[in-house]
T-cell receptor, first 112, second 118 residues
Framework: GEDVEQSLFLSVREGDSSVINCTYT??????LYWYKQEPGAGLQLLTYIFSNMDMKQDQRLTVLLNKKDKHLSLRIADTQTGDSAIYFC????????????FGTGTQLKVEL | GAVVSQHPSRVICKSGTSVKIECRSLDFQATTMFWYRQFPKQSLMLMAT?????????EQGVEKDKFLINHASLTLSTLTVTSAHPEDSSFYIC??????????????FGPGTRLTVL
């Protein structure tokens, strides 16, 4: 089975960088994703990375993928109070029919 | 573009009644929709995969007679919680994949439905 683990909570000061980590066990993933969930709402796709890439940068977001260690991270530069939310990593698999396996979620709190 | 709506956003019902939740793709056709359940401060648990015109595929441990899924058109899937009980209280989220979808298989998520069973 697939297990995707994240640390539960991260607190940062406004303007600092945030790094949210994710570890997974199944190496057959095709794409890995980062989603943001605000209270009482659905999920918003922030970014994704193909499994044969090491890094992807998109404005304030940087995704790093270490396939050897099965480790995925999301760095948010210049974190703002509006970034406070729960962040989920997720992976899809070859032959998985678009199914996603979600991580346990990390609650990011941005303090002034 | 790529908006998914859910209705209702919140519902409170009595134990033993049935509740229907609708998931609509507003500006695209969805060959596949997914239904998730999320408990407070927990991750999303996939309940079932809904394909237009065919029977839903349920994940292990999800009772198909309890959670009825119908995907009658390319823009609408419904989840009916039958004979609801307090333990069915949860946040239900649907997602949709666009027909002829993107290479990275993006799922577009609805805003969720909060079900409370008294």
């Amino acid at each position: 089975g697939e297990d995707v683990e994240q640390s539960l909570f991260l607190s940062v000061r406004e303007g600092d960088s945030s790094v949210i980590n994710c570890t997974y066990t199944d190496s057959s993933s095709t794409y890995l994703y980062w989603y943001k969930q605000e209270p009482g709402a659905g999920l918003q796709l922030l970014t994704y990375i193909f499994s044969n890439m090491d890094m992807k940068q998109d404005q304030r977001l940087t995704v790093l993928l270490n396939k050897k260690d099965k480790h995925l991270s999301l760095r948010i530069a210049d974190t703002q109070t509006g970034d406070s939310a729960i962040y989920f990593c997720a992976e899809s698999f070859t032959g998985g029919g678009n199914k996603l396996t979600f991580g346990t979620g990390t609650q990011l709190k941005v303090e002034l | 573009g790529a908006v998914v709506s859910q209705h209702p956003s919140r519902v409170i019902c009595k134990s033993g009644t049935s509740v229907k939740i609708e998931c609509r793709s507003l500006d695209f056709q969805a060959t596949t929709m997914f239904w998730y359940r999320q408990f407070p401060k927990q991750s999303l648990m996939l309940m079932a995969t809904s394909n237009e015109g065919s029977k839903a595929t349920y994940e292990q441990g999800v009772e198909k007679d309890k959670f009825l899924i119908n995907h009658a058109s390319l823009t609408l899937s419904t989840l009916t919680v039958t004979s609801a009980h307090p333990e069915d209280s949860s946040f239900y989220i649907c997602s949709a994949v666009s027909e002829g979808g993107l290479s990275y298989n993006e799922q577009f998520f609805g805003p969720g439905t909060r079900l409370t069973v008294l």
